[in-house]
């Protein structure tokens, strides 16, 4: 794995979860992050991490069905999800709740693992702004380092 995706705090066995939103937030330069998990008893992403987000929108970002929202359209389609901006997304991806947030450009990706989705994690920007290829393979990455320490319990 290259320096440029690797995150110190996924080398813990028991990650602290706010450090490594916080870690991965910092190589992206973005502002705000979620880590969310599937609970395997509701089949919803529960929140594990977040940063960056306003208290009012916490509520509504606790717990997201599969095909809701950014990050559940993430999981739902097993691929990232990117608005390059989304307070003007007209595909009704982004739910008033994410424009509360201000974010601007945004990237979902799932945590997969043997074909299941373990959760999503979230990266967001407060200007316009698309992902590079090389950006999104990198949060993938990051993606299926989360999924090893979800895997180990």
Known sequence: MSDAIKISGLENPAPDWQA????VLQKFSCVTGTIHRTDAATGLLRLLAHQ?????????????????GIAGCAAERQEPVQLCNLQIDASGVAKPAARQ?????ALAVPILADGKV?????IGK???YDFTVEEIA???AIAKL???RFTRR
């Open 20 to 23: 490594v939103l916080a870690e």
């Open 52 to 68: 960056g987000i306003p208290p009012f929108v916490l509520d509504k970002i606790n717990t997201i069905p599969f095909g809701k």
């Open 101 to 105: 947030t201000n974010v601007q450009g």
């Open 118 to 122: 373990l959760g999503v994690l979230g």
């Open 126 to 128: 407060m200007q316009p």
């Open 138 to 140: 990198a949060v993938e």
């Open 146 to 148: 989360i999924a090893t």
